[in-house]
C-alpha cells in the first residue's frame, strides 16, 4: 500500500488538499491537479495507480480525464466525485468505465473503502490476468513438455485434477507421456510430500500379484519370517500408480476392486484389515472397453478406474511441439552425458517433423540422445538418424504388388507377424501398425492361428 500513487483531481483548493491529507495519513503517495489541464501533465510526468476526479471542472467535465485515462492508461483505476444528487452522472461514469463514484459530501471512511475497494478488485484482475498469460505461455507443466492446444487443455485438467483424490485412468499410446503426467499429479496434488508408488502390473508375477499388492503377514508361508508391506501400505498418505493396469490377471481383479471400493485391505495370511490413504491413478496403453467386451477386464472395475480419464495425444497430432522436444532431449542428453551440440542441420529437422512417431516421445527422446551421443565435434548429422526416421512414411498405395501377383493369406499372415515383430509382441501396438482396430487384428490372429 505504501507504493499506491493516487491523483486527486479537484478544482476547490481546500477540499482538494482535505482528501490529499487523508490519503497522505494513509501512506498513499499522493498528485494533486486543479483542472482537467494539470492532470494531463501529471499523467504525463509519472505514472499512477487510481485517479480520484471530481466531475466539475473548470476546464471540462470528468467524463473527458474519464475517456483519456481509459483509452491511454488502461490500468489505472478510475474513481468519479459527483454532487450530491447527481447520481445519474455517477451511472454514466459507471457505463465510461470508471471503477467507481463517490457522492459529495463523502466521509472519510467511504473514501478510504471506496479507495481500497477498487485497487483491491484491480489487483485481482491483474493477478488473474498474470495467470492467465503464464498459462497460455507456458510450455510445460512439471516435466511434461508441450504447447500445442491439445497440451495446453491437459495441463490445464492436471492442474485442476491435482487439486482432488479422483481416480484418474490415463489412456494413450506407448510412449506418450502417461507416465509422466501420473507424477505432474501427485507432485501438484496436497499428497507432493507423501510417497508416489509406481506398480507395473505386467511386470509381477501372477502368484506374487496379492503379497505385492496387499502385503504379507508373519508367518503367512514357509519362508514368510517377517511381515512384509504391500503398495498400498507404501502409498499411505501418497499416490499409488497402477501402470499398465490391463494387463492385471483377472484373478486379482475383484481383491482391487474391494480396495478401491472400501480402502480396506488384507495383508496375505492376516486375519486383520487394513486401511491405507491411498490415491490411485492408473494407466493403460489398452483399449479398455475392448478388455471389458473380451472378458478380460472386470466391467465394475473398469468404472472404479476411469472416474476420471485423461486421454494423452500422440505425438503425430501435435507435431508442432517437436522442435521444442528437440530442444529439451537435446539438453537432457548434453547434460546427460557431458557433451555440447550445436544447432541441428535444417535436413535433420524436416526429417524428425516428418515423421510419424508410431513410439511416440519415447522414441523420439531416444533419436535425439542418439542424434546428440555420435555427433562429431559437436555437428549432429542426418547420418546417425534411425533408420525408420529416414525411410520414406508408409503410405496407403505405397505398396507395389509384383508382377506375377501373391497369395494374399500368406501375404496377411506375413504382415501380422511382421507387426508383432516389431511391437515386440505388444498387440495393441502390432494392430496401430497396421492401422487395425484391436478387436478386428485379434480376429486375423486367430484366424492365422498366431495367437
Ligand atoms: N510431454 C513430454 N515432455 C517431455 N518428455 C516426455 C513427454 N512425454 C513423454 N516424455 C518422455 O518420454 C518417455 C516416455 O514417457 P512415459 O514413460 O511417461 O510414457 P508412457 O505413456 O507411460 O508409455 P508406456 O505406455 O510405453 O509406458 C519418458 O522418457 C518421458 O520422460
Ligand atoms: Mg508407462
Redesign the pocket.
Known amino acids: 500500500m505504501s507504493e499506491t500513487r493516487v491523483l486527486v483531481v479537484e478544482d476547490e483548493a481546500d477540499q482538494r488538499s482535505l482528501v490529499s491529507s487523508i490519503l497522505r495519513s494513509r501512506k498513499y503517495l499522493v498528485a494533486e491537479a486543479e483542472s482537467l489541464a494539470a492532470a494531463r501533465v501529471q499523467l504525463e510526468a509519472s505514472p499512477v495507480d487510481l485517479v480520484l476526479s471530481d466531475w466539475k471542472l473548470p476546464d471540462g467535465d470528468g467524463t473527458e480525464l474519464l475517456q483519456e485515462v481509459r483509452a491511454e492508461h488502461p490500468g489505472v483505476a478510475f474513481i468519479t466525485v459527483t454532487a450530491y444528487g447527481t447520481i445519474a452522472r455517477a451511472v454514466e461514469a459507471i457505463r465510461l468505465g470508471a471503477d467507481d463514484y463517490l457522492a459529495k459530501p463523502f466521509e472519510r471512511q467511504a473514501l478510504l473503502l471506496a479507495i481500497e475497494k477498487v485497487l483491491r478488485s484491480r489487483r485481482l484482475e491483474d493477478e488473474n490476468r498474470r495467470l492467465a498469460e503464464e498459462l497460455g505461455e507456458r510450455d510445460?507443466l512439471v516435466?511434461?513438455?508441450?504447447s500445442a492446444p491439445s497440451?495446453q487443455r491437459l495441463f490445464h485438467r492436471v492442474e485442476k485434477l491435482a487439486a482432488t483424490d479422483a481416480t484418474i485412468l490415463?489412456t494413450?499410446?506407448?510412449?506418450?507421456?502417461?507416465?509422466?503426467?501420473?507424477r505432474a499429479l501427485h507432485a501438484l496434488s496436497r499428497r507432493a510430500e507423501g510417497p508416489f508408488v509406481a506398480v507395473n502390473c505386467a511386470a509381477i508375477p501372477e502368484g506374487l500379484l496379492e503379497s505385492e499388492f496387499f502385503g504379507v503377514e508373519k508367518g503367512a508361508y514357509t519362508g514368510a519370517d517377517r511381515s512384509r508391506p504391500g503398495n498400498f501400505a507404501a502409498a499411505d498418505g501418497g499416490s499409488l500408480f497402477l501402470?499398465?493396469v490391463g494387463e492385471l490377471p483377472t484373478a486379482i481383479q475383484p481383491k482391487l476392486l474391494r480396495v478401491l471400493q472400501e480402502g480396506r485391505f488384507t495383508p496375505v495370511g492376516g486375519s486383520r484389515e487394513q486401511a491405507a490413504d491411498v490415491r490411485i491413478l492408473a494407466?493403460t496403453?489398452r483399449d479398455l472397453t475392448v478388455e471389458v467386451e473380451a472378458g478380460r477386464f472386470r466391467e465394475d472395475l473398469y468404472y472404479r478406474l476411469n472416474v476420471v480419464p485423461l486421454q494423452?495425444p500422440p505425438l503425430r497430432d501435435r507435431r508442432e511441439?517437436v522442435p521444442r522436444?528437440v530442444e529439451?532431449?537435446t539438453a537432457r542428453a548434453a547434460r546427460r552425458h557431458g557433451v555440447r551440440v550445436g544447432p541441428f542441420p535444417a535436413g535433420v529437422q524436416r526429417r524428425l517433423l516428418d515423421h510419424s512417431w508410431p513410439g511416440?516421445?519415447?522414441e523420439l527422446?531416444n533419436a535425439v540422445e542418439r542424434l546428440v551421443l555420435l555427433a562429431e565435434d559437436g555437428r549432429v548429422s542426418a547420418d546417425d538418424l534411425p533408420a525408420e526416421v529416414t525411410r520414406p512414411a508408409r503410405s496407403a498405395n505405397g505398396f507395389q504388388l509384383p508382377p506375377g501377383g501373391l497369395s494374399w493369406e500368406a501375404h496377411e499372415r506375413s504382415c501380422l507377424q511382421q507387426a508383432l515383430e516389431h511391437a515386440a509382441g505388444n498387440r495393441a501396438q502390432a494392430a496401430r501398425l497396421l492401422d487395425l482396430p484391436y478387436k478386428a487384428f485379434l480376429y486375423r490372429l486367430e484366424k492365422h492361428g498366431l495367437s
Open positions: 510445460r516435466d511434461l513438455v508441450g497440451m490415463l494413450g499410446e506407448s510412449g506418450t507421456g502417461k507416465e509422466l503426467a501420473a501402470d499398465e494407466a496403453n494423452m511441439d522436444l529439451h532431449f511416440n516421445v519415447r527422446g
